[in-house]
């Protein structure tokens, strides 16, 4: 069965620390990936999404994420967390209609 | 471009009764889908629609209904609303399936 997970569900980071946010992924083929953020009270917007080519993606505010598709992951990175940066972060993965969400992970930037 | 918007915000429903959420699009995409967000557990699809029209299942669908009878707009129907059904509700939208999705703002319902 298609499933996603985010292993931490709450990280904090000090600002100006490196960011690593995980997820894996179980999937029969080779699937599209996301990540979305959601800041609160807000619906979702996308930072990234890889749907092949290059496995390093850049997204938005400086965030970049990489498939490896041998460990089944698309992590989420960030060399420099802002404090703008606190929200809950969502890997997406999934092709047509069957699109999976995780359970999300809250960032807490720390001043 | 207003992009997606959800209509209510907020409701609070008794036990059996029931609602319409409205969701609108203003990007002339095809496709629309109604998701509900629990804690600890993600979005999880309710139905979709592919075009004016359709509607399909999702992961989730059972206690919910759909129309889409104008491109532009996506209604989710609660007919017997139960408490099991409080949660918050996201409408999105996109160009094709596997492109990204556009999210409205989203509706917390609390069920008594």
């Known amino acids: 069965a298609q499933s996603v997970t985010q292993p931490d569900i709450h990280i904090t980071v000090s600002e100006g620390a490196s960011l690593e946010l995980r997820c894996n992924y179980s999937?029969?083929?080779?699937?599209?990936l996301f990540w979305y953020v959601q800041s609160p009270g807000q619906g979702l917007q996308l930072l990234l999404k890889?749907?092949?080519?290059?496995?390093l993606v850049q997204g938005i505010k400086g965030f970049e994420a990489e498939f490896k598709r041998s460990q089944s992951s698309f992590n989420l990175r960030k060399p420099s967390v802002h404090w703008s940066d606190a929200a809950e972060y969502f890997c997406?993965?999934?092709?047509?209609?069957?699109?999976?969400f995780g359970a999300g992970t809250r960032l807490t930037v720390k001043p | 471009n207003a992009g997606v918007t959800q209509t209510p915000k907020f409701r609070v429903l008794k036990t059996g009764q029931s609602m319409t959420l409205l969701c609108a699009q203003d990007?002339?995409?095809?496709?629309m889908y109604w998701y509900r967000q629990d804690p600890g557990m993600g979005l999880r699809l309710i139905h979709y629609?592919?075009?004016?029209?359709?509607?399909a299942k999702g992961e989730v669908p059972d206690g919910y209904n759909v129309s889409r009878l104008k491109k532009q707009n996506f209604l989710l129907g609660l007919e017997s609303a139960a408490p099991s059904q409080t949660s918050v509700y996201f409408c999105?939208?996109?160009?094709?399936?596997?492109?990204?999705?556009?999210f409205g703002p989203g509706t917390r319902l609390t069920v008594l």
């Open positions: 999937y029969g083929a080779t699937p599209y």
């Open positions: 997406a993965v999934g092709a047509g209609w069957d699109m999976r």
């Open positions: 629609s592919v075009g004016e029209g359709t509607t």
């Open positions: 990007m002339n995409h095809e496709y």
């Open positions: 999105a939208s996109s160009s094709n399936p596997n492109n990204e999705q556009f």
């Open positions: 890889y749907f092949s080519g290059d496995t």
